[in-house]
């Protein structure tokens, strides 16, 4: 699919990844409506930023794991672009918790933001790209998906369930609609991250060395674009899944 004069939705599109997907979409010509739970400002500025290419782009804050919450983003989108041509799930919840446990609370909200809120998403806009007879779906996992992290229980599960849900949906929307997973690796260092600990990271790579945001948002752009490319995945982790073989 070409990306010019296509309309976007990333959920989770106002910073971090997900700005930078909304930027490439932008830049590469496609009308971006850009999801936010919190991030308010960060969402304005987005907006600003993408309208300055000369594209269309709109904000709206909606609680993806609320399906009512869903609904009415679709009206939204409905009422001022029509449909999307593209969903770009990137919208999750990044909770660590220890198991067992005695608070279910991170449980909950990391599975219903990523699994569920992914699910609402889908299903609402996937018959509006169904009428159309054509679609792309990009889904946001990561390394979690096949190897666990100590206390993080339910990112691991979640992220494994997107990936997971990406290929049923990949089988239930096609041959119209496209569905894959990108999956990154250390792209976004955490803000409590000291140089030793980058150090130590990179190591885990095969190229010594993090990525960047719009490394993932140019796996996402190929994925849009590779006409034959449905039910896959792509790593974008400088060979961090199999760094543990290094000498």
């Known amino acids: 699919m070409k990306i010019a004069g296509k309309t976007a939705l990333v959920t989770g599109g106002a910073h971090r ?26 969402a304005r500025q ?32 409905e009422d001022r672009f029509g449909g999307v041509d593209i969903l770009v799930n990137s919208a999750d919840l990044f909770g660590k918790h220890p198991f067992p446990t005695d608070d279910y609370t991170i449980w909950q909200r990391v599975t219903s933001v990523t699994i569920d809120g992914a699910f609402y998403v889908s299903n609402e806009f996937a018959p509006l790209m169904l009428a159309r007879r054509a679609g792309v779906i990009v889904n946001i996992v990561d390394l979690s998906a096949w190897y666990p992290w100590p206390n993080f229980m339910a990112h691991s599960v979640a992220k494994a369930g997107l990936l997971a849900m990406t290929n049923q949906m990949a089988l239930e929307l ?29 190591r885990r790579t095969l190229l010594d060395r993090w990525g960047s945001a719009e490394d993932v948002a140019f796996a996402v752009k190929y994925l849009i674009e590779a006409d034959y490319v449905t039910a896959d995945v792509i ?13």
Do not use: W
């Open 46 to 77: 987005t907006v600003e930023e993408a309208t300055s290419l000369g594209v269309d782009a709109m904000a709206i804050q909606c609680d993806v794991s609320v399906l009512a919450d869903v609904q009415q983003m679709k009206r939204q989108v």
């Open 235 to 247: 790593r974008v982790d400088g060979g961090e899944f199999y760094g543990h073989r290094k000498g």
């Open 17 to 42: 990844v997900g700005k930078a997907i909304s930027m490439m979409l932008a830049q590469n010509g496609a009308n971006v409506v850009i999801n936010y739970y919190s991030s308010d400002a960060a």
């Open 174 to 202: 096609a041959p119209h609609v496209r569905v894959n997973a990108v999956a990154p690796g250390p792209v976004l260092p955490p803000p409590d991250y000291d140089g030793a600990m980058l150090d130590r990271v990179a």
